[in-house]
């Protein structure tokens, strides 16, 4: 069976998917010369991938002078904040590995609204683009990792919202849908991607994925993709009949 869109690579379990994805991760960084940017997803399923990255190999083999990090989506709340995506990166490695902290770019929660957190962010990703405008031929961000919700959600592009339907903004805020507002890359920014690669584990995920594999456009994943190549790094559990 041939997915819908992109590739899908099959891991034993989700310790393989963690062992999969961080060596795509570094082989990808470390096999360019210049800088790569990395979005970074939030959720349970990244963060043993997340912490291999702090251990060897992976440790010494990524680039990580090169390697700029951002987060694909943010809950609004302080870093501290268990449910903050950018506070576990930081706890599972990013505080644990040689990255310059100008490397790293967390949304800034703190004395500003949600809208001026969504716009500061923008402001922040066009700097690192060194352009306001999205151009062809030029990615905005060469990987961006997904997880994959079981109402079809990817970052905080959630069923039913209004943010599916902004294509003027790169960040947008997300004041809805779950219990904390959010902040969310858009499809434009997403999309801009030269690398999309979900990471979906768990027989929970099973019925959603086979869903979008199947070609269901009726969930928000459904209509990610990237300049280049979309992944999905499944385990068996989630890979169901697809494995």
Not at 16 to 24: E, N, T, V, W
Not at 56 to 69: F, L, N, Q
Not at 162 to 185: C, S
Request: with cysteine; net charge negative.
């Amino acid at each position: 069976m041939t997915p819908a869109f992109g590739t899908l690579r099959i891991c034993e379990d989700a310790a393989d998917l963690a062992r999969k994805g961080a060596a795509f991760l570094c082989d990808h960084a470390a096999s360019r010369t210049g800088r790569t940017v990395v979005a970074l997803s939030g959720g349970n399923t990244p963060k043993p991938l997340y912490e291999l990255l702090a251990r060897e190999p992976a440790k010494s083999t990524m680039p990580w002078d090169r390697v700029h990090w951002i987060m694909g989506d943010e809950r609004f709340v302080p870093p501290s904040d268990p449910a903050s995506n950018y506070g576990m990166a930081r706890a599972a490695f990013l505080s644990h590995v040689p990255v310059p902290p100008e490397n790293v770019h967390p949304v800034e929660t703190g004395g500003v609204t949600l809208d001026e957190a969504a716009r500061d962010y923008e402001t922040v990703l066009q700097g690192l683009y060194g352009a306001g405008t999205l151009q062809p031929g030029k990615p905005l961000l060469d990987i961006t990792l997904l997880g994959l919700g079981d109402d079809g959600h990817t970052a905080s592009l959630l069923p039913h919202e209004p943010v599916l339907q902004v294509r003027d903004r790169w960040v947008a805020a997300v004041p809805k849908g779950r219990v904390e507002e959010r902040i969310t890359l858009t499809y434009p920014a997403i999309n801009a991607s030269e690398i999309v690669a979900f990471l979906v584990s768990g027989e929970g995920k099973r019925e959603i994925l086979d869903k979008i594999l199947s070609g269901d456009d009726g969930f928000p994943a459904s209509h990610v993709r990237a300049r280049g190549q979309v992944l999905w790094f499944a385990d068996r559990a989630a890979a169901g009949r697809w494995a």
